[in-house]
T-cell receptor
Framework: DVKVTQSSRYLVKRTGEKVFLECVQD?????MFWYRQDPGLGLRLIYF???????EKGDIPEGYSVSREKKERFSLILESASTNQTSMYLC?????????????FGNGTRLTVT | AQSVTQLGSHVSVSEGALVLLRCNYS??????LFWYVQYPNQGLQLLLK??????LVKGINGFEAEFKKSETSFHLTKPSAHMSDAAEYFC???????????????FGGGTRVLVKP
């Protein structure tokens, strides 16, 4: 079974801090994704990566960056956290080359920026 | 660009009653369609998907959905609700494309289901 692990379940950070959210998957998936989840807005794609060192902006990349140095790990970085980045962050992975393959999600990191 | 609309952010059903969650999409090309479920304090997991072929698809836990191209809909149903169905449900669409951007899933706003005993 695919396992996607997000390093923190809850995080509290201060405005202006640099924040790292880490995600690791154990199934050798090429594609990895970061979404944020907000009530009524569903999931919105921040960034995705289709291979090591490859990344592409999603729908709401402003204020975020990502890093994919190894295939199994995809990091989301908030360069200078702001209160409007308080949200639930979900990481996901999937096998590439097959549009039928589903996304496998981690359990999420709930980030609060004060 | 594709979009997904889920009608009703909250749905309340009695145990044993029909569950109906509505999803409409907009897309310029035939999409792939998905329903995901999120139980409390968990990530999302796939319920069912439509790519090609039979328009009525069956998923896990007794759920099914029907793709209706003429109505641009992909509504999710379950004949008899169980207490364990209390969760948030998300409809999503993917446009099959050659470029990497085609890997993206676009999600609806979600519908939270409450099951009353």
């Amino acid at each position: 079974d695919v396992k996607v692990t997000q390093s923190s379940r809850y995080l509290v950070k201060r405005t202006g801090e640099k924040v790292f959210l880490e995600c690791v998957q154990d199934m050798d998936h090429e594609n990895m994704f970061w979404y944020r989840q907000d009530p009524g807005l569903g999931l919105r794609l921040i960034y995705f990566s289709y291979d090591v060192k490859m990344k592409e902006k999603g729908d709401i990349p402003e204020g975020y960056s990502v890093s994919r140095e190894k295939k199994e790990r995809f990091s989301l970085i908030l360069e200078s956290a702001s209160t409007n980045q308080t949200s639930m962050y979900l990481c996901a992975s999937r096998l590439s080359g097959d549009y039928n393959s589903p996304l496998h999600f981690g359990n999420g990191t709930r980030l609060t920026v004060t | 660009a594709q979009s997904v609309t889920q009608l009703g952010s909250h749905v309340s059903v009695s145990e044993g009653a029909l569950v109906l969650l509505r999803c409409n999409y907009s897309s310029s090309v035939p999409p792939y369609l998905f329903w995901y479920v999120q139980y409390p304090n968990q990530g999302l997991q796939l319920l069912l998907k439509y790519t090609t072929g039979a328009t009525l698809v069956k998923g896990i836990n007794g759920f099914e959905a029907e793709f209706k191209k003429s109505e641009t809909s992909f509504h999710l149903t379950k004949p008899s609700a169980h207490m364990s169905d209390a969760a948030e449900y998300f409809c999503a669409v993917r446009i099959p494309m050659i470029k990497a951007a085609g890997n993206k899933l676009t999600f609806g706003g979600g519908t939270r289901v409450l099951v009353k005993p």
